[in-house]
């Protein structure tokens, strides 16, 4: 069964670099016509999706985020990443990587989420 | 930008119908799924394409879809139904998620 697991620092300082990384298992990333996508939400809050990646390497960003973020796959290690840069308190928050349906577009199976503190 | 709205919160008497609505402009012509989130775990999609059920989902759970409203229904709703449950379009090349709803089974 497939499983994602997302993976980085639980604290970056403001204006920093945020990174982090979803581990696929139990299916590959190459050649498959899934997207993959992290989403997150600020604590108490909903969920707001950040971008998605295809296995070529094609992506779509949000747009309010879009001038921060750069999102990347690794299809050798099967895993796929997320940079958000110059971060601030805002960006607090539960990251989630999930896989998104091709044709329905739902995210259909989710990582359980890495939380991610911005403070000095 | 598009925009969907849901309810803050809903309550439900356990084990009536519990339903939760997502209003956007002519959201029947778009695709609307459900996720339902309990607390400190990732959220798990329970309709997808308005009405379909993913494998694993009770059949208490379905969705309807048209005009300016979607609607989430849960039947017979249990305590293990009390969760937060988001509706999600695509809207051009972006993701909205609605801002969430509280449901609480009495």
């Known amino acids: 069964q497939l499983q994602l697991q997302a993976s980085g620092p639980g604290a970056v300082k403001p204006s920093e670099t945020l990174s982090l990384t979803c581990s696929v298992s139990g299916g590959s990333i190459y050649g498959s016509y899934y997207y993959w996508a992290w989403i997150r939400q600020p604590p108490g809050r909903g969920l707001e999706w950040i971008g998605s990646?295809?296995?070529?390497?094609?992506?779509y960003y949000n747009p309010s985020l879009k001038s921060r973020v750069t999102i990347s796959v690794d299809t050798s290690k099967n895993q796929f990443s997320l940079r958000l840069n110059s971060v601030t308190a805002a960006d607090t928050a539960v990251y989630y990587c999930?896989?998104?349906?091709?044709?329905?577009?739902?995210?259909?199976?989710w990582g359980q989420g890495t939380m991610v503190t911005v403070s000095s | 930008s598009y925009e969907v709205t849901q309810p803050l919160s809903v309550s439900v008497p356990l084990g009536q119908t519990a339903r939760i609505t997502c209003g956007g402009n002519k959201i029947g012509g778009k695709n609307v799924h459900w996720y339902q989130q309990k607390p400190g775990q990732a959220p798990v999609m329970v309709i997808y394409?308005?009405?379909n059920r993913p494998s694993g989902i009770p059949e208490r759970f379905s969705g309807s879809n048209s005009g300016n409203t979607a609607t989430l229904t849960i039947s017979g709703a249990q305590a293990g139904d009390e969760a937060d449950y988001f509706c999600q379009v695509w809207d051009s090349i972006t993701v909205v998620f609605g801002g969430g709803t509280k449901l609480t089974v009495l």
């Open positions: 990646i295809f296995y070529s390497g094609n992506t």
């Open positions: 999930a896989r998104r349906m091709p044709s329905d577009r739902a995210f259909d199976i």
């Open positions: 394409r308005d009405k």
